[in-house]
């Protein structure tokens, strides 16, 4: 190990910064393993203090394979200037960032994708149905959404940098996975509320509900029994429709 | 054509913002839709679309290395295409053929990863060294081809969407409530695929029970 290195402020910020086009250079081969180097970039700059070899070195360790879920790559680049600052062996910064990258993929997933998004676009869509403003469903989203993204892309990026290697602790500690479920409990409640609002507001499903109501009710179904498989044959069917409709009323 | 310009150029830069650049959700559909409407001055068309295409798009996340319709070109072509005569026609042959570009998107966005894989320095040695200029460039270079791909798709979209409405939206039969209700139907697919990411039906049918109950109301009262 070699002796700890400060690492300025200024360079912390700019690697936080960059962390926000980690998949820049998103790609088969190395993922967002480029985008890491990018983002890495400052902190490795400032700890090499003008030794060039030692930089090219540290860029070609950390532009290896990797990925994780985009806001939460912020705890890897956080940890991992940790690691670097604090002259931690190469191998074990390899080791733990090959450890991280599933986690993080995964928790990201499950919190951010498939919860929190949904949700806060579930809210801002039950407010356009029942007659909000343009303005208000649209900043309602953005605001809310951007509140938990940002805090946590800077949470994960402060927790790393804090906790080094012991991240894992923290991440444990933060109970992310039941957050995640928690969301998933209002999202269930916004959905059930936009279908409920689909039907019976009057920019949903209109007159005859007799005929729209069983289709959207069939339509609900086939979602939920054939899940992302059904996702291409109803957006298909859709455009199909569209196209049958007019052409028939154009043949002679 | 500077119309054209400035609509490929905002769909160049809402599709950066989907994965390449902040992933600050401007390129959501609710968000592009309102903002595309906005400048071609049919915001409440522009909100409808985004709407409608935001509810099919509930389930398509970019996870990963996932191919996924991009949502962000799909909606400002749907717009530009149906804002001009804003008729339930073009509301909906512009939303049709904004799904039809937003699969093109999915596809050119894998083309852009592979592209990228020849761009990109890879490694060959754990110990070896790259130089830092190497990894800038390829960064950069990767931003502003999926700048580039956005937006030479949204301008393509946006020509072919503008024709097929012109062509076709006049023989276009159903009114306006009707043609809502056509495209909502492919959308509704999305709510019952999201109950799985959700938790499942019967883990979550107490929860999704009282949302419809209190939509129901709501939509009813307002």
């Known amino acids: 190990m070699t002796p700890p290195t400060r690492v300025p402020r200024g360079a912390l910020v700019a690697t936080f ?5 980690i998949q820049g250079s998103w790609n088969y081969h190395t993922l967002v393993g480029n985008g890491f180097a990018f983002a890495l970039l400052p902190v490795l700059k400032a700890i ?4 060039d070899r030692e930089l090219e070195r540290g860029l070609c360790r950390h532009a290896e394979l990797f990925n994780a879920h985009p806001y939460l790559s912020a705890v890897a680049l956080g940890a991992t200037a940790r690691l670097e600052a604090d002259g931690e062996d190469p191998e074990v910064i390899r080791r733990f960032k090959a450890a991280i990258r599933g986690p993080l993929g995964a928790l990201g997933d499950a919190l951010v994708w498939a919860a929190w998004l949904p949700v806060t676009l579930l809210l801002a869509l039950v407010f356009a149905f029942l007659g909000a403003a343009p303005w208000v469903s649209v900043l309602l989203f953005l605001v809310l959404y ?3 993204h940002v805090g946590l892309r800077f949470w994960g990026f402060r927790a790393g940098l804090a906790a080094g290697k012991d991240v894992g602790l923290r991440l444990r ?4 996975g039941p957050a995640a ?4 409990r209002w999202g269930a409640v916004l959905l059930g509320a936009l279908a409920g609002v689909l039907v019976s507001g009057e920019r949903g499903f209109g007159a005859p509900l007799w005929l729209w109501g069983p289709l959207a009710v069939g339509a609900f179904v086939a979602g939920l029994a054939g899940g992302q498989r059904a996702w291409r044959p109803a957006a298909f069917s859709v455009v199909a429709a569209v196209g049958f409709i007019t052409l028939s009323r154009m043949m002679p | 054509m500077g119309e054209l310009a400035v609509l490929a150029l905002v769909g160049g830069l809402l599709a950066m913002d989907g994965t390449a650049v902040g992933q600050f959700m401007v390129s959501r559909p609710l968000v592009a839709g309102t903002l595309t409407g906005w400048m071609l001055g049919a915001p409440e068309l522009g909100f409808l679309i985004g709407t409608i295409l935001e509810i099919y798009l509930l389930v398509e996340f970019p996870v990963g290395g996932a191919r996924f319709p991009e949502g962000s070109t799909a909606t400002v072509i749907a717009v530009a295409s149906a804002a001009d005569p804003g008729t339930a026609g073009a509301l909906a042959l512009g939303l049709a053929t904004g799904l039809v570009f937003g699969q093109v998107g999915g596809v050119s966005v894998t083309a852009m990863r592979m592209l990228n894989a020849r761009v990109v320095p890879v490694p060959r040695a754990p110990e070896g060294s790259l130089a830092p200029g190497a990894i ?3 960064h950069l270079a990767g931003i502003v081809l999926d700048f580039a791909r956005g937006a030479g798709i949204t301008l393509v979209g946006v020509v072919a969407g503008r024709f097929a409405v012109a062509r076709l939206a006049p023989a276009w039969p159903l009114h306006l409530p009707d043609t809502r209700s056509l495209l909502l139907l492919g959308g509704v697919v999305s709510l019952g695929i999201l109950v799985r990411s959700f938790g499942g039906l019967r883990r979550r049918l107490g929860l999704l029970g009282a949302g419809a ?3 129901l109301l709501l939509g009813w009262l307002l």
């Open chain 1, 17 to 21: 910064l960059r962390s926000f086009s």
């Open chain 1, 48 to 51: 090499a203090r003008g030794d």
């Open chain 1, 146 to 148: 951007n509140i938990g």
């Open chain 1, 173 to 176: 500690a933060a109970h992310l």
């Open chain 1, 181 to 184: 479920d928690r969301i998933a």
């Open chain 2, 136 to 138: 800038v460039r390829a």
């Open chain 2, 213 to 215: 109950g209190a939509g």
